[in-house]
């Protein structure tokens, strides 16, 4: 399980915390009490509702199909709707099994004619993930693509290629009925920032070859130790109280880092989950990333000397899964000290230093995790998205909700004359 | 030329910017004017300097022999060292010449061991990018790679295939010339970051097989341009005085944001270079980047409803390079409004029904940049450096040195026993 660690010598927000988590406990029992105020939109709470055997079957069972016939497999969604699988995909993949392409990400001719020209030749199978079908980057990708396979294929053999996440009811279900597509069900009770374990985010994920049993399996032991341990030894709650703390002293940024490169993606659906869920009513953290040690060269000035903005995350993986001796050539240069040395050992050195450095100036929290595998990414998702959950309550925010996403989308449909 | 806009119908910085720029004026003669106290550290400022004739004669024949013989070019670099080579490389390099790979940028050895592994049955060259050659990160990868390349080559053939770009006089150079590397110079007087325009940027460039003249052109006509308009019209002081207006009214982040992909690895040099030129002294404006649309799911709530932290510059492209229609498909679904668009017309829309939307609520300033080849970058580089220069020198720290990141270093030196 993660384990979490606190070292501020800065605020020293550890003697606040006891008191602070007594006083919102009622917030924390609500939350894991089965709250109903948000009830429509918690459908990824219990991980077996969306994630349960059956589905995993039927998953896996279209994912085999997809692996058996595809060179490459088009991801269409936007936001929510494909980071957490891009997370895990670009971390995880090897180099077996179809190629993982990204669409409905963006509205560039550029980004799309370059994509459409990687296809060619290959065979192709897409899946349009699309939760109310309105938002224009994956609708316009998907009837691009859609046309793409019509005109290679012709009609009957493209239909078997398209797969379609859409809600009950709606119209991209409609369309699958009608054209004999294949029709994944996104749950209406889940928000796209919130589908890492449900057929949003594990089709792709299958597709790729990545073991989505062990990832809900991650999750659900999450979920459990999450809901068992009770809100004053609680790692979400105490992290979402931590944030709240923080913030309320006036820390304007959050910086998550980790030595990995491999989390990447995974920063990208951080991001994505705490601006949208608190980034509302002129209030929220803004969530910032440092892929380090590279950005220890660029950032990493900032965090050290810079305006005391930000209270920094860092993502320990105990385990790098990988071993790398550099070992003398006989050629003499400026790095003989680093002769018969692991990377793993050096780049946790360099891990340490930097949080000794750091913690004089800003908080620093850190995260364990074992090893960065299926598993451990389902306990990252679930960690994340219960604790986000609990902060955006405790900072007063609906965490469900994106108004502000609505404001620029108006001007846009009247430009098009929608 | 780039263009520049300022819409602000929040703070109505405009009305302050003439006497702003009026009480500073000052600070851009004395940088025009050749002022002296960082001349060790301005070797960038007059393009002509390391990017005159006989050098991008030498590039590009050097390049040239590698485009001949490589599979792969490997760039070993940190920071400001490949941020921007891989910039314009990400964005325009097309698929004929080698791969591009990057390396020195990390000390992951899941990192490493992934990129030594795809290098197995290639013809590898590599460029050792390291200023005062005592950074980790470089060091250590130049260590596996060399070695690598002589258990493959042999030392002879290895020797022609490993370029090294050092300081004249340094232990590198000493070590090109002890067993045969080809050396390259990184300017004595550039600092990392400022080296778009020097070797250390436009050998990656042009083994890429991008036009390197017409990278160095871009960046003179900017440099020409910069040097002969006064401060009141010129675009790179205004900007800089705006940072400046926005940082003193309380701003903490500027966001850099546009509408093309392809943008994606400038986002990171930027970033590079504003956080460790202006992050010191407890001062500075933290640099962020939206890639939108895609990231208007994410980061875009927060921008517009989140707490008020931040002023926006957009880099908006005017010709995207590529035309992509959406035609009738025979298949009625909710984007029928689509019909007969193309998608350059598309993004458009959404960048400026943005626009709209953005600067009710805060700050937007805009960037028009004519379209993103070799030239363009050139003009981007050259104004952001100059302005970043300028801003710091608002600001009142010293924008050439990097105070912050040595201090994790010493406990990391510490750690591996240097």
New interface residues.
């Given amino acids: 399980m993660l384990k979490f660690k606190l070292l501020d010598e800065k605020c020293q927000a550890e003697q606040m915390l006891g008191g602070y988590i007594k006083a919102h406990e009622n917030i924390f029992k609500s939350v894991v009490g089965g709250e109903t105020c948000y009830s429509d939109a918690l459908g990824w709470l219990h991980t077996e509702r969306w994630a349960g055997p059956a589905q995993l079957d039927r998953l896996e069972a279209l994912a085999d199909t997809i692996r058996n016939n595809a060179d490459v497999f088009v991801v269409i969604g936007?936001?929510?709707s494909n980071?957490a699988a891009r997370s895990v995909i670009e971390a995880l993949k090897t180099a077996d099994g179809p190629e993982i392409m990204y669409a409905g990400?963006?509205?560039?001719?550029?980004?799309?004619?370059q994509m459409?020209a990687r296809l060619k030749g290959r065979s192709v199978y897409i899946d349009c993930i699309a939760k109310n079908?309105?938002?224009?980057?994956p609708?316009?990708s998907?009837?691009?693509l859609?046309?793409y396979l019509?005109d290679t294929y012709g009609a009957k053999e493209a239909a078997k290629r398209i797969i379609a996440t859409g809600t009950k009811g709606s119209?991209?279900e409609s369309?699958c009925t009608g054209?004999g597509y294949t029709f994944l069900e996104f749950p209406e009770d889940v928000g796209?920032r919130y589908t890492a374990i449900t057929a949003v985010g594990l089709l792709p994920v299958a597709v790729a070859g990545i073991d989505i049993r062990a990832l809900v399996k991650g999750a659900q032991a999450m979920e459990k130790s999450l809901f068992e341990t009770p809100a004053a030894e609680n790692i979400a709650f105490k992290y979402a109280c931590l944030r709240s703390i923080y913030y309320d002293k006036g820390y304007?940024?959050e910086m998550l880092a980790s030595?990995?490169?491999?989390l990447r993606w995974f920063y990208?659906w951080w991001?994505?989950l705490f601006?949208?869920t608190?980034?509302?009513?002129?209030?929220?953290?803004?969530?910032?990333c440092g892929e380090y040690?590279?950005?220890?060269?660029?950032?990493?000035?900032?965090?050290?000397?810079?305006?005391?903005?930000?209270f920094e995350t860092f993502l320990d993986v105990l385990d790098?899964?990988?071993?790398?001796v550099?070992?003398n050539?006989g050629?003499q240069?400026?790095?003989d000290?680093?002769d018969g040395?692991?990377?793993?050992q050096?780049?946790r050195?360099?891990f340490?230093?930097?949080v000794?450095?750091?913690k004089a100036k800003l908080p620093c929290l850190i995260l364990e995790v074992q090893r960065?595998d299926a598993f451990h990414f389902g306990q990252l998702f679930y960690f994340f998205m219960l604790s986000c959950y609990l902060s955006a309550r405790l900072l007063g925010v609906n965490p469900f909700d994106?108004?502000?996403?609505e404001?620029?989308?108006?001007?846009?449909f009247?430009?098009?004359?929608?």
């Fill in positions: 936007v936001g929510g980071n990400n963006t509205l560039s001719p550029h980004a799309l004619c459409m079908f309105e938002t224009l980057e609708g316009a998907f009837r691009i859609r046309k019509c119209l991209l369309l054209h796209g304007a940024l030595f990995e490169p491999q990208k991001v994505q601006a949208e608190e980034g509302k009513d002129g209030r929220g953290l803004f969530p910032v040690s590279e950005e220890l060269h660029a950032v990493g000035q900032f965090v050290q000397d810079g305006t005391p903005l930000m790098p899964g990988a071993s790398l550099i070992e050539d050629i240069d400026a790095f000290y680093l040395m692991d990377f793993a050096i780049n050195t360099a340490e230093a930097t000794r450095a750091h960065l994106q108004p502000g996403v404001a620029y989308k108006r001007w846009m009247d430009g098009l004359g929608k």
